[in-house]
């Protein structure tokens, strides 16, 4: 949980930051074109249009679809990416050679025991290590008591991979929601404006109609990005608990020779 808040906390100050550089930088921009334009009216926006950056188009792009709806969406990309991060972090760190660890264990049963083999599980990380102490420490007792330690132990493991994921999948699902309703209130505004000038003026609405869409674009972005990372860490999750469960299968395998 500390690892989460701090690449959140530094996602966040790298977000704000660069949404004030952009908003500077934007605010320069348009200063300097409006100067720029006054002296040289003949100069087609095409032109300028051409000389800009892939960057420099999704950051007016950013600022052109408002503060609130397009804040709100940012927010969504940051929690989201702070989450996957931390979750991808951890199920590294929790990915195990089982095999090894099964031979290792093997070679301390016979050479040294229980307690031989519970030390080879202590000073090896991940859930399968966790798993086969837990095992190892109720087989004095029966086979029976064992299993049932490490399926209940197992069940544990797996909420520890499986914690926080639930908030990706909600950024995912609220991110173009909240795009949409960007966009429905953008157009709800058009309307009003052709309403209270009773006319239907395709110049009056076009810029509130392209700033609504914006939001939906956005929306979406955010959610692809976010789903890619989701699709991967829940793969990693089922090829973990896999793993998990082919070792426990292989640690009873493991008791059951050691008993006779």
Request: one cysteine or more; hydrophobic letters at 50%; proline letters at 2%.
């Amino acid at each position: 949980m500390k690892r989460l808040f701090s690449i959140l906390a530094i996602a966040c100050i790298m977000a704000f930051s660069t949404v004030n550089a952009t908003t500077n930088a934007y605010t320069v921009e348009a200063a300097t074109t409006a100067v720029t334009t006054s002296f040289q009216e003949d100069e087609t926006p095409a032109t300028a249009d051409e000389e800009k950056s892939f960057t420099q188009v999704v950051k007016e792009r950013f600022i052109e679809g408002g503060p609130f709806f397009m804040g709100i969406v940012l927010l969504c990309l940051i929690l989201g990416l702070a989450i996957a991060i931390e979750r991808i972090i951890y199920l590294n760190l929790a990915t195990t050679n089982s095999k090894k660890l099964t031979a290792n264990v093997e070679d301390a049963l016979n050479s040294g025991g229980l307690e031989a083999a519970k030390e080879v599980c202590r000073n090896t990380k991940g859930p399968v290590a966790s798993i086969f102490y837990q095992g190892l420490d109720r087989a004095d007792e029966d086979l029976d008591a064992a299993e049932k330690a490490v399926v209940a132990y197992g069940g544990v493991q797996m909420g520890q991979l499986e914690k926080n994921v639930s908030w990706i999948s909600l950024f995912i699902a609220l991110a173009p929601m909240l795009g949409f309703m960007g966009t429905v209130l953008g157009m709800i505004d058009a309307f009003d404006k052709i309403e209270a000038a009773g006319d239907m003026n395709p110049s009056l609405v076009a810029g509130g109609i392209k700033v609504a869409l914006l939001t939906t674009v956005f929306g979406l972005i955010v959610a692809i990005i976010l789903q890619i990372f989701y699709n991967y860490i829940i793969s990693k999750i089922d090829s973990i608990v896999n793993d998990m469960e082919d070792a426990s299968i292989s640690l009873m395998d493991l008791l059951v020779r050691h008993k006779k």
